[in-house]
């Protein structure tokens, strides 16, 4: 739909208001950015930033069940964290959902990797979880008798209704990153990065950070998580946990980590010795548009500390970060350390050149050499 009709942001939100829907629970999506700014600017406590789609989900939930009509914005990708909720909690207590999805991955329409067999299997997945669905309407007038028409539909079966988005069918809202005077993430990787030995391992969570990753420090050892946000840090456990004889360094966001907490219980449980995790923070979903994530509440430290990381520091200096992860290489682990960083990057970065099963290969390669020997599970 790019270059095709769009609707207005301010005439989604005021006609899904006008006709009683609210709050809107969500994880960005770039297609779905004009809607949270809109919000952010104009009606801040309507939006309600969450973690993880299967969160929003049930949090929508509890919002139905105190009397409001909640609306569940994603990125199709998220989908499969909603799964559980949506068919296991929503469907048999008949709890009606109006759900606003995109469509990344569209047939038809060039796309990363990651979103392609999603996007392939979207509707068939909201035909399965019985979610009758259709496109958004991209006039006003045909937007507010499509929302008229889910009102209906929520209120007569008790089922979730969703309404598809593609790419375009809604206005960009102009946006300019705020001015923080913290290292840019690009810097911080370059400093941690730098230097280190070949046979560290180095895993970049999706979005930017594989991206700046992949663009500027190429190397064997790195593994450019393109897609599963929040599996980083999990990916780089089991890495760990099979290679104890080589360091992993991972390189984490705030809201990849916020995505998936539960990897920092993991880490904590298994306590791999070589193992640096590196926590870029900087409030924001900077690869959907710079939306606010929910991290100036949390105390990462605090958490690591609490779920059995050796240690937990923070700088807001590259630098400093550079000088933590180089003492932290040592063993001793697991690491944490949280970087306060700004939003910003080079507008001109591209997506990454290798493709996922060559990188994935690579590793795979580099891990292979000089593999030492598994133990014999019979010897005592």
Not at 98 to 114: F, I, N, S
Not at 336 to 359: E, F, Q, W, Y
Request: some cysteine; charged content about 20%; glycine content about 12%.
């Amino acid at each position: 739909m790019t270059g095709g009709a769009a609707i207005d942001a301010g005439s989604v939100m005021r006609t899904l208001t006008g006709a009683g829907f609210g709050p809107f629970f969500g994880v960005p999506c770039s297609y779905l950015a004009p809607l949270v700014t809109w919000c952010e600017r104009n009606a801040p406590d309507l939006y309600v930033a969450v973690n993880n789609e299967g969160e929003a989900v049930a949090l929508a939930a509890g919002s139905h069940l105190a009397g409001r009509r909640p609306v569940v914005m994603i990125q199709n990708s998220g989908l499969g964290n909603a799964v559980n909720p949506f068919t296991s909690l929503c469907q048999p207590m008949r709890i009606p959902l109006l759900l606003l999805v995109t469509w990344r991955g569209e047939p038809g329409r060039p796309d990363e990797p990651q979103h392609r067999l999603m996007g392939a299997i979207t509707l068939p997945l909201l035909d399965l979880m019985l979610i009758d669905h259709e496109p958004i309407a991209t006039a006003t007038t045909a937007f507010e008798d499509q929302v008229h028409r889910a009102s209906r539909h929520l209120d007569g079966s008790g089922l979730s209704r969703a309404l598809v988005v593609p790419g375009g069918s809604i206005k960009p809202v102009p946006t300019e990153p705020p001015a923080t005077g913290l290292p840019l993430r690009r810097d911080v990787i370059a400093a941690v990065v730098d230097g280190l030995p070949d046979d560290v391992v180095v895993v970049a969570t999706t979005g930017k950070t594989a991206r700046e990753l992949e663009a500027n420090h190429d190397r064997p050892a790195n593994l450019y998580v393109v897609g599963s946000m929040g599996c980083a840090s999990s990916i780089a456990l089991g890495i760990a946990r099979e290679r104890p004889d080589r360091t992993v360094v991972v390189l984490d966001g705030d809201g990849a980590a916020l995505m998936r907490l539960e990897s920092m219980v993991s880490v904590g449980a298994h306590r791999p010795e070589r193992f640096v995790h590196v926590l870029l923070d900087n409030g924001a979903y900077e690869s959907t548009g710079g939306q606010r994530t929910n991290s100036p509440d949390v105390d990462f430290l605090a958490i690591a500390r609490g779920c059995g990381y050796r240690t937990a520091r923070t700088t807001d200096d590259a630098v400093t970060a550079a000088e933590l992860t180089r003492s932290a290489l040592t063993g001793g682990g697991p690491h944490l350390i949280r970087v306060g960083i700004g939003v910003g990057s080079d507008p001109a970065l591209g997506r990454p050149s290798r493709t996922p099963p060559a990188v994935a290969e690579r590793l795979r390669g580099t891990l292979a050499a000089r593999r030492p020997p598994v133990p014999d599970a019979g010897r005592r």
